[in-house]
């Protein structure tokens, strides 16, 4: 047995470990509760409790914690120790069953949206059975759900998981209605890979701005960027491959089947890509990955940069997200297949996404929405804002034909009807992958490419849970009661072909002219966050999220205040780190260096010169003229800022720093990277771009 499979699973308290330590009809109920979305009866919670806290104490652990995702898009986590005092003064370890199901923390701290008052402090934490229980750090994490007093989503895993109910539901009426009577739970499986930024940790304790934001505010570009295409796929440096081994050894003990590690396009950017598990398990993986990149970059003398942006001129970082629907018996609802059953099945499933992505294309933009993402989409890097499909041209000339009930291609010689003639075998691969669309079929699973690298990867899959739960629920109630199942179904497909066929692209989305033609197709192309969340509280969204029951009005309402506050917040931490960087570092600086220049020239004003311009007079010019055009725009900041600050409407607020603060921000670091390529490198307060992207030997 290799080290790896030793130690793959070590701290997870999986099937593995209670199969052996639960009595078979436990065990039996904790499958069902994983496998079927069946729910765990106190009794039974309270012999997996003992279990567990057994398993932890042999594994070294001496506390617990309600792990939990709140809208601050990082994990909390509050511990408890096992003890409890006896009577002869000393202490048992115990873990009731109540305290497996629920916990209580504190709910007035974390961002609600106005749900819950300062006043109102209680919330709870709610196991979550079907994601395993691990130990970090000694103490023994169960990942588990967070809401108010009164029962409000407060996190990002309860409305995934009321996502994956609905879309399980659906599901089950769709495959019924195909004879399909065995299978009993249906699932989205997530694989998200995920980009990052490493840097010498000394390097990054010289800037504030790093430090503040986690992206460089300022910075001109060296010399030598990511043209040669040299840091892509390139031979890992020693120091980083010890920090990828480690990183991978650490995943593996927390069972997160960490798969592909390599250079990015940037210089110092990397990725690191799992394979798929079901969603919600998908989504505590990776908010344990980002954890674990941060942590052990520290250990090896780095820092794990996880913003969208962290370096203007360069790639950005993002998270592709993976994204299928399979059942309990190991079926891929997403794989075209190759008989005319799994075809036509195949093809529902298919146009329910396409219904889905087109009809709520403003919730998936609004899913990777934030403020460091907008610096990154629709770069020469990511996807544009404005959402559209990827199909390959095999795939969009079989939807072409059945639309127009036309042959396809040169062998078929008969019309198309659904179940018949279509994909009788059709290829995983038969196209070429196209890097620039946002959401892209591969094979059998569509790649959402617009996620931000430090988001949770939670809301988008809410969002296409959800949409897609509503297009099959149409579907289901349309089949349903029709008279002719097959006539019916073939009616449907093309149909919905026909609707939404606007949002399919298959084209360069990079080029200029598909703005221009997104536009005549009607598609929406929302820029920035601001322009992304006017669409939150449409009548059609509210109606999605109450319909499957994901998000009351009143949780969409706090989800949209937090949301704003969030995106006004970040502005307004960058706009005063730039301010004070500016103040106390950057105008001070360059000041030195034109006063060490005039002293140059008053020098040497014995020597006549003639008509030539000395360097230091002509630089010293520009320098200053710089440093005053600089000085103003960072008043007219500080002005704005303010101004910003006292809005009390946070979508007015946002608006104000959409449009005028992060505008002024733009111009005054134009202004400080020409500065920068100008004053003497002794004199420049901050490590470069250079020092920052090769820093790291």
């Not at 440096?237 to 089947?257: H, P, S």
Request: net charge negative; hydrophobic share 40%.
């Amino acid at each position: 047995m290799s080290e790896v499979t030793k130690i793959f699973g070590a701290n997870v308290f999986n099937e593995t470990v209670m199969k052996s330590r639960l009595p078979k009809e436990t065990f039996k109920l904790v499958q069902r509760a994983i496998h079927n979305n069946k729910r765990l009866d106190s009794a039974t919670a309270a012999v997996v409790a003992n279990a567990m806290k057994d398993w932890a104490i042999e594994k070294g652990a001496t506390h617990y914690t309600h792990w939990f995702q709140p809208m601050t898009g990082i994990t909390a986590e509050k511990h408890d120790s096992f003890i409890t005092p006896a009577a002869d003064g000393k202490v048992i370890m115990e873990f009731s069953g109540k305290e497996l199901i629920q916990g209580e923390t504190d709910a007035s701290s974390f961002p609600s949206g106005g749900l819950r008052a300062t006043f109102e402090a209680r919330g709870y934490t709610a196991w979550d059975p079907t994601s395993f229980a691990f130990i970090k750090e000694g103490v023994l994490c169960i990942p588990t759900a967070f809401c108010s007093y009164g029962g409000e989503a407060l996190d990002k895993k309860t409305p995934l998981l009321r996502s994956m109910e609905a879309i399980n539901k659906q599901a089950l009426r769709v495959l019924r209605l195909f004879g399909n009577e065995e299978v009993t739970a249906v699932k989205t499986t997530v694989g998200p890979e995920q980009e990052y930024f490493l840097v010498d940790r000394d390097i990054y304790l010289k800037r504030k701005d790093l430090i503040y934001t986690g992206r460089t505010l300022f910075g001109a570009m060296p010399p030598k960027g990511q043209e040669l295409d040299d840091h892509y796929f390139g031979t890992i440096k020693t120091r980083v491959k010890a920090f990828m081994t480690e990183v991978d050894t650490e995943l593996w003990k927390l069972g997160v089947v960490s798969k592909t590690e390599h250079n990015e396009a940037a210089p110092a950017q990397h990725e690191l890509a799992p394979v798929f598990a079901t969603t919600n398990i998908a989504v505590d993986h990776n908010q344990l990955t980002m954890e674990l990149l941060q942590r052990i970059a520290k250990k090896h003398g780095l820092i794990c940069l996880l913003h969208e942006k962290p370096f203007d001129g360069v790639n950005g970082s993002g998270k592709h997200n993976n994204w299928s629907i399979s059942t309990n018996t190991g079926v891929n609802l997403l794989n075209p297949g190759e008989t005319p059953y799994e075809n036509a099945q195949f093809l529902l499933f298919l146009c329910a996404v396409i219904k889905a992505v087109d009809e709520y294309q403003d919730l998936l933009r609004i899913s990777v929405a934030s403020a460091a993402n907008d610096h990154r989409l629709g770069a020469l890097e990511a996807p544009p804002a404005i959402v559209s499909m990827f199909l390959g041209d095999e795939l969009s000339e079989i939807l072409e034909a059945i639309e127009k009930d036309e042959p396809y291609g040169a062998k078929e010689k008969e019309l198309l009807k659904v179940g018949v003639h279509v994909l009788p075998k059709f290829p995983k691969d038969t196209t070429d992958r196209n890097r620039t669309a946002p959401f892209a079929f591969t094979g059998n699973k569509f790649e959402f490419r617009m996620l931000g690298s430090s988001d949770s990867v939670a809301e988008p899959n809410v969002v296409l849970n959800t949409a897609a739960a509503e297009a099959l629920r149409q579907f289901a109630d349309e089949l349903e009661t029709a008279e002719n199942f097959e006539e019916a179904l073939h009616d449907l497909i093309q149909r919905t072909v026909r609707e939404h066929k606007k949002i399919i692209f298959n084209g360069n989305c990079y080029d200029e002219a598909w703005v221009g033609e997104a536009e005549k197709r009607g598609l929406l192309n929302l820029k920035t966050t601001p322009d992304a969340l006017s669409h939150l509280l449409d009548k059609k969204n509210i109606e999605l999220y109450a319909t499957h029951k994901i998000y009351t009005e009143a949780e969409l309402k706090s989800r949209l205040e937090i949301l704003l506050e969030n995106y006004c917040k970040i502005v307004n931490i960058e706009a005063l780190t730039m301010v004070d960087m500016m103040r106390k570092d950057i105008l001070p600086a360059v000041s030195e260096y034109i006063s060490t220049l005039s002293n140059g020239l008053l020098a040497r004003s014995e020597f006549d010169f003639g008509k030539f311009t000395s360097f230091e007079k002509e630089t010293a010019t520009v320098l200053s003229a710089l440093s005053e055009s600089a000085y103003q725009k960072l008043k007219k900041l500080e002005k704005l800022t303010a101004e910003a600050a006292k809005c009390e409407n946070s979508a007015e607020k946002a608006a104000i720093y959409k449009d005028k603060v992060i505008v002024m921000m733009e111009e005054l670091r134009a202004d400080a990277d020409r500065m920068e390529t100008l004053t003497a490198a002794d004199y420049w307060p901050f490590p470069t771009y250079g020092e920052l992207l090769f820093g790291v030997r």
